[in-house]
């Protein structure tokens, strides 16, 4: 265990241009932790990780790793190292140069830094290609070299920026399986940086989902997908049916909540007061066919299949419903008017209003 | 080929190929081979046929000036006199010194028939022949057999021409022999190259000489064998010295606009805000928009006796007279500096421009000083800017004209491009000035493919400065 932990306190960063990208932040990232920050472009996660890099100043409070205020140690200082979004290697070294850059300023011999590379490189498996220049390799070996370029400087801290986002699926599934590894392996502190869920649950031991320079939550990747807390986690983070409606009853963590759909019942974490408006959430996969809890009227619109599920979406008064079962050959959903469809009350979450993630249908539009 | 007629159609291409053909072989290689043809050629006044072919000439107009006087035996003498000296041709422009020999007769005016007459004066065998400094003279009489003869103005007018007569067939003959020799020899020489490396004495006192002795250029050109002395007499290879002073100069205005011009560029390219880089860019553009000889006559008003400089200096009584900057040869190279530096900034501006700025940050965060980043991420990529900067403000400092002459008017060593065009327009050889261009361009040429090997720069590299 070489990691560090990462501590903002009170952090907050606001642009020359007046533009706060991050409100005051409280976070604490714990040492040998894999820690996702999750967000729509333009959340503020980069800078972030700018910040805890030391490229930019926090304008508020401080960023601590290991217990120390890292304010006016430069990035060249830090115990830390970063992954670019486009990996930024050196395209006029060859490969072995670029692993052992980060040694040279610590006056290591050429031998000894040739010998430090190759270690490295034949940790990420690209051990015989130490004297190629990164054009030469492969999407997927050039990200192995600036892991390991990023390890040669032994950081305590090893930061991601979205360093998959260039990457195919099958390579970019692959590269999830490896980083996991060799985090394990080293055990440094991982901040990892994406907007893609899926990246960020299948890795993280922890993630935060942020939006708007704010962090809407923390916790693991059951509690985030299991017990959003904000309605822009809620629909941020995987696919989730939405009710608008106002509380009509509370009680011992469950409530009412009145819809132009009916009234149902759900979980209330928040315990919300009657008379609040509020949103309802449930996954389509939550959704049950002829189910009387929680029972609504919607007639069937399209039908998906996607061989193993079914992704079936009613229209319930202008509102799209989506439905995710599992494709037992057995489904038959009338096309022609309207199907009872349901959901257990446990896996429905009432939560107050707010913004929400932006549809894909808006994200086009833009 | 294929691919350029798909692509651009058959009249693009042939536009193409047409605009290269122009550019390499009539503006690139057609001028330097005529320029090469020139300076292996030997001068046309020099040969020997051309000796004979003006003696030839100079009789022949002797012959027609002396029938005038043979129409009008009783003309005035002092009349006549204007006659015979203004002669149409240009054949009777003084030539070298060595080809007018005084007349050998030594006749006294008293027995003279007519007035002087330059041609028939000139009409005489004994003629001296062209030869470099150091061979020994040699007369067209003596090295071609001829018999001595020449038009004495104590003969009859008749016997003149009949002299006269005789040297032109004489000479014609010997010039129609000469010119076949000469053909037949191998016509090129590298005696135009030689004038390059000649030494010359220079006249110096003994005071003068202790003094000149005492300078660091001086003893620097002793080193290095372009000074020297022999029986007390000091020898210089001023071809070679104003060379090798224009080269150094240029080579150091080179290395002080890279030095001046590498952070500005960083500045505008890397280290600004590309909103205020627009600013600081347009403040690199606004010198190009004024011409070259306004930035240079700037310069004027400033050093000049009673310029700006000047003015400031006796303002505040610093000096009382005022200093000669135009003497300096600091000066000069100032200038240069400051009016090609702007062919420094752009290449490598261009090229850095083109960096990732990721990669600066990942080299800090790799825990690189400033320094670092700068010699191992910054130059490399800038290199092919830097290599073309270099060339460019190099190549346009070494064939300065405009900057010394302006400058220095005349009051400082010559500049090696106003040597060059000395030599073709105000020597009696241009042959030499072609032969100083020929071999300035090859030395420049050598010394640009010596820096691109130490810069490790390949010709592919060029390819991304835009």
Redesign the interface.
């Known amino acids: 265990m070489r990691g560090k932990d990462v501590t903002l306190d009170n952090m907050s960063i606001t642009y020359p241009n007046g533009f706060r990208a991050v409100q005051p932040t409280n976070l604490t990232i714990q040492a040998g932790e894999f820690f996702s920050i999750l967000g729509p472009s333009g959340c503020g996660k980069t800078t972030i990780l700018r910040a805890v890099?030391?490229?930019i100043e926090p304008s508020e409070g401080e960023v601590r790793i290991g217990g120390q205020n890292m304010a006016g140690i430069?990035?060249?200082?830090r115990p830390?190292?970063?992954i670019?979004q486009?990996l930024?290697?050196?395209p006029?070294?060859p490969v072995w140069e670029n692993v052992a850059?980060?040694l040279?300023?610590?006056g290591l011999s050429k031998r000894d830094r040739r010998a430090e590379a190759q270690k490295l490189l034949d940790l990420v498996a690209l051990g015989d290609q130490a004297e190629k220049k990164p054009g030469e390799l492969s999407g997927g070996q050039r990200q192995r070299v600036a892991i390991a370029?990023?390890l040669?400087?032994e950081p305590a801290v090893l930061l991601l920026d979205e360093p998959l986002s260039a990457l195919d699926l099958k390579l970019r599934q692959h590269m999830r399986a490896e980083l996991r590894a060799i985090q394990k392996q080293t055990g440094v502190t991982f901040i990892y940086i994406t907007h893609d869920q899926g990246e960020a649950l299948t890795m993280s031991d922890r993630i935060a989902v942020m939006n708007e320079g704010r962090i809407e939550q923390v916790g693991t990747g059951d509690e985030i997908y299991s017990a959003p807390q904000t309605a822009f986690t809620a629909s941020f983070v995987g696919e989730a049916n939405r009710l608008e409606g106002r509380v009509m009853a509370a009680s011992e963590g469950m409530a009412d909540i009145e819809t132009p759909m009916g009234r149902f019942r759900a979980r209330n974490p928040h315990d919300l007061a009657p008379g609040a408006e509020a949103m309802l959430f449930v996954r389509p996969e939550a959704m049950l066919l002829d189910h009387v809890e929680n029972q609504l009227l919607a007639r069937m619109q399209r039908r998906d299949l996607e061989g193993a599920f079914l992704n079936l979406f009613f229209d319930a008064q202008g509102t799209e419903l989506a439905v995710h079962i599992t494709n037992d050959g057995q489904v038959h959903v009338p096309t022609e008017g309207d199907t009872k469809i349901g959901f257990r009350a446990e896996s429905a979450v009432i939560l107050p209003s707010g913004p929400l993630a932006r549809t894909g249908q808006e994200l086009a539009a833009q | 080929m294929k691919g350029l007629l798909k692509g651009y159609g058959a009249a693009l291409s042939a536009f193409f190929f047409g605009a290269v053909l122009v550019w390499g072989l009539i503006l690139i290689i057609l001028p330097q081979l005529t320029m090469l043809e020139r300076a292996i050629t030997a001068p046309k006044r020099g040969l020997d046929s051309s000796v004979a072919l003006s003696l030839s000439r100079d009789a022949q107009t002797c012959i027609s000036v002396l029938k005038t006087y043979e129409m009008q035996p009783d003309a005035e003498a002092a009349s006549a006199g204007g006659m015979g000296i203004p002669s149409a041709s240009g054949m009777a422009v003084p030539s070298s010194s060595g080809m007018a020999v005084p007349s050998a007769t030594g006749q006294t005016p008293a027995q003279a028939t007519r007035p002087y007459i330059l041609q028939c004066d000139r009409a005489n065998t004994h003629k001296s022949l062209v030869r470099a400094s150091g061979e020994p003279s040699q007369y067209l009489d003596t090295l071609y057999g001829l018999p001595v003869m020449a038009v004495s103005d104590g003969d009859t007018v008749e016997k003149q021409i009949a002299t006269a007569d005789e040297i032109t067939k004489l000479a014609k003959a010997l010039f129609v022999d000469l010119k076949a020799r000469e053909a037949s020899a191998t016509p090129y020489t590298l005696a135009n190259f030689g004038w390059l490396t000649q030494a010359r004495m220079i006249p110096l006192s003994e005071t003068q000489k202790t003094i000149e002795d005492a300078k660091l250029s001086k003893k620097l050109i002793g080193l290095i064998g372009l000074r020297f002395e022999r029986d007390g007499k000091v020898y210089e290879r001023i071809g070679l010295i104003t060379l090798a002073r224009t080269l150094s100069f240029a080579i150091a205005a080179t290395a002080l606009a890279l030095l001046l011009c590498y952070p500005m560029a960083y500045k505008v390219a890397l280290a600004t805000t590309p909103e205020r880089a627009v600013w600081l860019f347009l403040g690199l553009v606004i010198p190009y928009a004024i011409v070259e000889l306004m930035r240079i006559y700037a310069w004027t008003v400033i050093i000049d006796n009673n310029g700006l400089l000047n003015g400031v200096l006796q303002w505040l009584h610093v000096v009382d007279d005022p200093i000669q900057f135009k003497r300096f040869p600091g000066t000069v190279f100032v200038v240069i500096v400051y009016t090609y530096v702007l062919f420094m900034v752009f290449p490598i501006y261009n090229v850095m421009n083109t960096l990732d700025r990721n990669q600066i940050e990942a080299a800090k965060d790799l825990g690189a000083s400033t320094w670092r980043v700068h010699w191992r991420i910054i130059i490399p990529h800038s290199k092919p800017g830097i290599a073309v900067g270099a060339i460019a403000t190099f190549m346009l400092s070494a064939g300065a004209f405009s900057v010394p002459r302006i400058i220095s008017r005349g009051l400082q060593a010559e500049w090696f491009s106003q040597t060059i065009y000395n030599k073709f327009f105000e020597s009696e050889n241009s042959n030499v000035g072609a032969a100083y261009s020929f071999a300035y361009t090859m030395v420049c040429f050598v010394l640009v493919g010596l820096f691109m090997w130490l810069m490790r720069t390949r010709l592919k590299d060029f390819a991304r400065v835009q």
């Open positions: 890099s030391g490229f430069g990035p060249n200082t830390t190292a970063l670019f486009n930024a290697l050196f006029l070294m850059f980060g040279e300023s610590r370029r990023a040669a400087v």
